[in-house]
């Protein structure tokens, strides 16, 4: 008897389930996209505009390691944050494919998340770089020299300068080590034969003393003071949302230009140009100045 009432209740409840499935709401079982996360109200979060470039194409996007272990909680993050921002960009940029303007809730809900992702990025490798480089920000609040003092000897050059000198004199070796055919373009390399866009900045400053972990051109998007092109000086770090480069003075910019999928000759894959026309043929463009 036992036995049998408990093949019964097992069945009743079998049935009862498909029943239940079966008249539930489409939308409630094939909802391919599932998140906890409470998007902020329209009035507070504007959605990115239709030309917004926002998912990383010339990057590694792993890691590189902290320069100061005592950072490692700070790169975990700013490392999990990126990954979450480009995871939620393709997302985002899926939805907006499929979907047709004005676009449903249901796709504005998923560009705001992928907006508040790429922020909460940016705010991790903003932390990222103030763990590293505490010195950097004592130095921005430190009292202003009296004018009256004397100045310092021309021949002898700060540490910030010796930095930015460093970096951009590796970055034209780089630059002459690709035309004699002996340093490339690698997607994700970091150096010190082989660079992509991000791996070549990070490189040249590291190599010059700059104490920094790797980060992609995500990272580098919120890392230093942002400056206006009008403002340029040499060693600023000019990056959008996929490519970086460095400027050097006189109206020259040094990067990884890539290999055009193994198209685009060894001697060409890390180029120095104008500023003019790699503003031009990389739209976008913002500068940022590192905190030295």
């Not at 408990?6 to 409630?28: D, E, F, N, Y």
């Not at 490189?203 to 092109?229: I, N």
């Not at 020259?252 to 180029?271: F, L, S, Y």
């Amino acid at each position: 008897m036992n036995t049998r009432l408990a093949a019964i209740t097992v069945g009743t409840c079998a049935i009862v389930g498909s029943l239940l499935l079966a008249g539930a709401p489409a939308s409630a079982y094939d909802e391919p996209y599932d998140y906890d996360y409470t998007v902020p109200s329209s009035d507070t979060l504007a959605l990115p505009s239709e030309d917004t470039v926002v998912v990383e194409s010339d990057d590694d996007p792993s890691a590189g390691g902290t320069a100061n272990p005592q950072c490692a909680s700070e790169q975990r993050a700013a490392d999990k944050a990126q990954e979450d921002a480009v995871t939620k960009t393709d997302i985002a940029n899926a939805a907006k494919e499929k979907d047709a303007k004005p676009y449903s809730d249901k796709t504005e809900d998923l560009m705001r998340e992928a907006q508040k992702a790429r922020e909460d990025r940016d705010t991790a490798y903003d932390k990222l770089e103030k763990c590293e480089n505490p010195a950097a920000e004592s130095n921005d609040s430190a009292p202003k020299k009296d004018d009256d003092a004397p100045e310092a000897e021309p021949d002898k050059k700060s540490k910030k300068d010796k930095i930015i000198d460093g970096a951009i004199s590796n970055a034209e070796d780089i630059e002459q080590c690709n035309q004699k055919g002996d340093c490339a373009y690698v997607w994700g390399g970091k150096g010190p034969k082989n660079f992509d866009c991000s791996g070549l900045v990070w490189w040249v400053y590291k190599e010059a003393g700059y104490k920094w972990s790797y980060r992609p051109t995500g990272g580098l998007l919120s890392t230093g003071d942002g400056v206006s092109m009008k403002s340029l000086k040499p060693g600023d770090i000019l990056v959008n949302s996929g490519h970086t480069g460095l400027y050097i003075g006189d109206g020259k910019v040094i990067h990884a230009a890539g290999n055009n999928n193994g198209t685009r000759p060894i001697k060409d894959q890390i180029k120095k140009e104008s500023l003019e026309t790699f503003l031009n043929n990389h739209s976008g463009m913002q500068a940022r100045r590192l905190k030295l």
